[in-house]
């Protein structure tokens, strides 16, 4: 290496050099400093030396070293970097510099950002295609008299077709332009772009035909539980003409809960509201058993508890029913079903305890009954199942995995199921991001 000399690497797009101002430093062998700081291991490393120097018939001249010591006429984007070095370290202070090289006179012009250059243009001049001035082996290879300078051209010209048959909607492969060789690759790659394109198309066809049946079934939905409502409320008119005061309040009740199911998709309601759901399916309930079956708050810790704290719909029925299917009607029908709401005095969490004095569960059907239901469980089992899973994964879904159910029970006496929820009030950070159609 020459002791004292100063130099500045540069990279343009990917190509790095070595730059030094022959205005100021001087290079006796130029090729010989070009292949030892070239090394990447023991020099500087880059692809070769660039000497800026005076010029008699340009702002410039160019001098380019390839990393082996042989001269080069030029590259257009070590040309660029000599552009931005010159103005940076005020050999130059134009906008536009003509920079003498060896394949004669390049005009480079400087880009500006917040006044400092950014960038460059150069003009390389028209492409060299001739095959000895080229030394790249490409196909199709030329046919017997055929002009040398279509060696690349015609390549490029069938790469050009290939991309504007994929414009317009042709995407099978063609693999005529997949040649072994640089060219080859970019053949290659349309190919799979194309593919990749018109598997994305198939796609979304599928999509949007299963986007049109959803929005068929949600708009059959809408309708459906309209009927069912509208038939209700017949049927109670009908029964309070004739006297049967039971069946109108049970009616009603049950149009109540099915009106509902049908409005608004808000995934987070007052707990108050979930509370007057759950009366009308207590009211349907005590019908239906008599007065063998006791559903009733026990406590409830304060109103306003209920009238603040949020809840995802339809978390406490599905509990309830669970606990009248299965804990209850197997020992003749008759029990109370206990409903607790409190707070934890520790964490102020919202606590609520659906308990039931019914047959119970062993310990080991207790531990899975939050797993995601198996596809081959018997059907009552997988109703129950399905019912926990449910509300757990919804409340954790929307409060995170702090909170949801926990189960206890014991055979022969009953079971207990309590649900964990935070003190969320309507207009909190976190119901704000999960509520709402």
């Known amino acids: 290496m020459v002791a004292g000399l100063h130099f500045t690497k540069m990279q343009g797009i990917g190509n790095d050099y070595v730059y030094?101002?022959?205005?100021?430093?001087?290079?006796?062998?130029?090729g010989e400093l070009a292949k030892r700081i070239s090394d990447r291991h023991f020099g500087v490393?880059?692809?070769?030396?660039?000497?800026?120097?005076?010029?008699?018939?340009?702002?410039?001249?160019?001098?380019?070293?390839?990393?082996?010591?042989?001269?080069?006429?030029?590259?257009?984007?070590?040309?660029?970097?000599?552009?931005?070095y010159a103005r940076d370290h005020g050999i130059v202070n134009k906008d536009v510099i003509r920079l003498e090289t060896a394949a004669g006179i390049k005009i480079i012009r400087l880009l500006f950002e917040a006044g400092e250059v950014c960038?460059?243009?150069?003009?390389?001049?028209?492409?060299?295609?001739?095959?000895?001035?080229?030394?790249?082996?490409?196909?199709?290879?030329?046919?017997?008299?055929?002009?040398?300078?279509?060696?690349?051209?015609?390549?490029?010209?069938?790469?050009?077709?290939?991309?504007?048959?994929?414009?317009?909607?042709?995407?099978?492969?063609?693999?005529?332009?997949?040649?072994?060789?640089?060219?080859?690759?970019?053949?290659?790659?349309?190919?799979?772009?194309?593919?990749?394109?018109?598997?994305?198309?198939?796609?979304?066809?599928?999509?949007?035909?299963?986007?049109?049946?959803?929005?068929?079934?949600?708009?059959?939905?809408?309708?459906?539980?309209?009927?069912?409502?509208?038939?209700l409320n017949s049927i109670r008119w009908m029964a309070t003409i004739q006297h049967a005061p039971g069946i109108a309040e049970m009616v009603t009740a049950?149009?109540?809960?099915?009106?509902?199911?049908?409005?608004?998709?808000?995934?987070?309601?007052?707990?108050?509201?979930?509370?007057?759901?759950?009366?009308?399916?207590?009211?349907?309930?005590?019908?239906?058993?008599?007065?063998?079956?006791?559903i009733e708050v026990s406590r409830i810790e304060s109103e306003t508890l209920c009238r603040d704290c949020m809840i995802p719909r339809f978390t406490?029925?599905?509990?309830?029913?669970?606990?009248i299917f299965h804990g209850l009607e197997p020992k003749g029908g008759?029990?109370?079903?206990?409903?607790?709401?409190?707070?934890?005095?520790?964490?102020?969490?919202?606590?609520?305890?659906?308990?039931?004095?019914?047959?119970?569960?062993?310990?080991?059907?207790?531990?899975?009954?939050?797993?995601e239901p198996a596809e081959g469980a018997e059907k009552a089992e997988k109703f129950r199942h399905v019912g926990l899973w449910n509300v757990n994964r919804r409340i954790r879904y929307s409060f995170g995995e702090g909170y949801g159910l926990t189960i206890e029970s014991e055979e022969d006496v009953g079971t207990e199921v309590t649900i964990r929820l935070p003190y969320q009030q309507k207009g909190d950070s976190h119901a704000a991001d999960i509520t709402g159609g």
Request: overall charge negative; charged content about 25%; some cysteine.
């Open 45 to 84: 490393g880059s692809d070769g030396l660039v000497l800026i120097l005076p010029s008699g018939v340009a702002d410039l001249r160019m001098r380019m070293f390839n990393a082996d010591g042989s001269e080069a006429e030029m590259c257009g984007n070590a040309t660029r970097c000599v552009g931005k």
């Open 254 to 294: 049950f149009a109540r809960l099915t009106k509902s199911i049908s409005k608004g998709t808000q995934k987070l309601v007052p707990l108050q509201e979930e509370l007057a759901l759950l009366n009308d399916y207590f009211t349907i309930q005590q019908y239906r058993y008599g007065g063998d079956l006791e």
């Open 119 to 231: 960038g460059a243009t150069v003009d390389m001049g028209e492409p060299v295609l001739a095959p000895d001035r080229i030394p790249v082996l490409v196909a199709p290879a030329l046919t017997e008299g055929e002009d040398p300078q279509r060696f690349i051209a015609r390549p490029v010209e069938a790469l050009q077709k290939r991309i504007e048959t994929v414009g317009s909607g042709n995407f099978a492969p063609d693999r005529t332009v997949e040649w072994n060789n640089e060219l080859g690759d970019i053949g290659r790659g349309i190919n799979q772009l194309a593919e990749n394109v018109d598997s994305l198309m198939t796609r979304r066809v599928e999509d949007e035909r299963r986007k049109q049946e959803l929005e068929y079934r949600m708009l059959q939905n809408e309708v459906n539980p309209h009927f069912i409502y509208n038939t």
């Open 334 to 371: 008759h029990g109370s079903v206990l409903l607790d709401i409190s707070t934890d005095p520790d964490t102020g969490d919202v606590l609520l305890r659906i308990t039931d004095d019914g047959v119970g569960m062993p310990p080991e059907l207790v531990a899975h009954l939050l797993d």
């Open 316 to 323: 406490l029925q599905p509990l309830v029913e669970n606990a």
């Open 20 to 30: 030094v101002n022959g205005f100021e430093e001087r290079v006796d062998n130029p």
